[in-house]
């Protein structure tokens, strides 16, 4: 991971979710005003669609995508809400001696929504089941700066999958192809730029440093 998608990723995670509330029916109090501070953002924020973050429970959501998409379309709203993302990436990991290409959550318990916020595209939000609030600033809800959208979404359309480090400095590992195979060894040093990792393997009763692909390499 670069430092820029760090970060990214620290940017997301110190946001704040707005209001929380329990997973499941929606906090639909029988009114579609939203909260004052809410108001008084929605008219300063005019007609522009923006991309926002809600927050979710980690591991629900693909559950709550499908849900807000189901009011979208319920209730005509697709004039004012016009996508909902989970962002996600793909990593390629090995686990005995197998490899495998797993698609992992970049933020877990975040959604984007591009949308235009007014009040009606608020409550539709907001009130979806399992969503606990709009992350932003107190009770307001903050858009993404372009510069962060274009970050995450280059993330999600990435060429190469990135590749899951499994093993830290000083840890043991067992190769799994190469000349070396099936010898243990101990990280050196991680190079994640390169994906390449060094392993001090014991040869003829010496250590030798061996550089080897991430994926050439997995926890002892």
């Given at each position: ?66 849900n807000l998409e189901q009011r979208i379309d319920s209730m005509g709203m697709k004039d004012k809400i016009y996508d909902v993302v989970v962002p996600?990436?793909e990593e390629i990991e090995v686990k005995d001696g197998q490899r495998r290409t797993v698609e992992r959550r970049v933020f877990p318990g975040y959604i984007l929504v591009q949308m235009v ?104």
């Amino acid at each position: 991971m670069s430092e820029e998608e760090r970060e990214l990723d620290n940017e997301i995670e110190n946001l704040e979710p707005t209001a929380p509330e329990n997973l499941g029916e929606p906090a639909d109090d029988g009114e579609s005003a939203a909260p004052p501070e809410v108001a008084e953002a929605i008219q300063g924020q005019g007609d522009e669609r923006h991309w926002y973050v809600i927050h979710c429970y980690s591991g629900y959501e693909n559950k709550v995508r499908h849900n807000l998409e189901q009011r979208i379309d319920s209730m005509g709203m697709k004039d004012k809400i016009y996508d909902v993302v989970v962002p996600t990436e793909e990593e390629i990991e090995v686990k005995d001696g197998q490899r495998r290409t797993v698609e992992r959550r970049v933020f877990p318990g975040y959604i984007l929504v591009q949308m235009v916020l007014s009040e009606e595209s608020w409550y539709v939000v907001r009130n979806t089941p399992g969503v606990t609030g709009f992350v932003g600033m107190g009770n307001t809800p903050t858009p993404l700066q372009p510069h962060e959208v274009a970050g995450i979404m280059k993330r999600m359309e990435a060429e190469a999958p990135k590749i899951k480090v499994s093993f830290k400095v000083g840890q043991k590992v067992r190769i799994v192809d190469g000349p070396f195979n099936d010898f243990i060894g101990t990280v050196g040093e991680i190079d994640p730029e390169r994906a390449k990792v060094r392993v001090m393997v014991s040869f003829f009763g010496r250590e030798t440093p061996v550089e080897l692909d991430f994926l050439q390499v997995e926890k002892a």
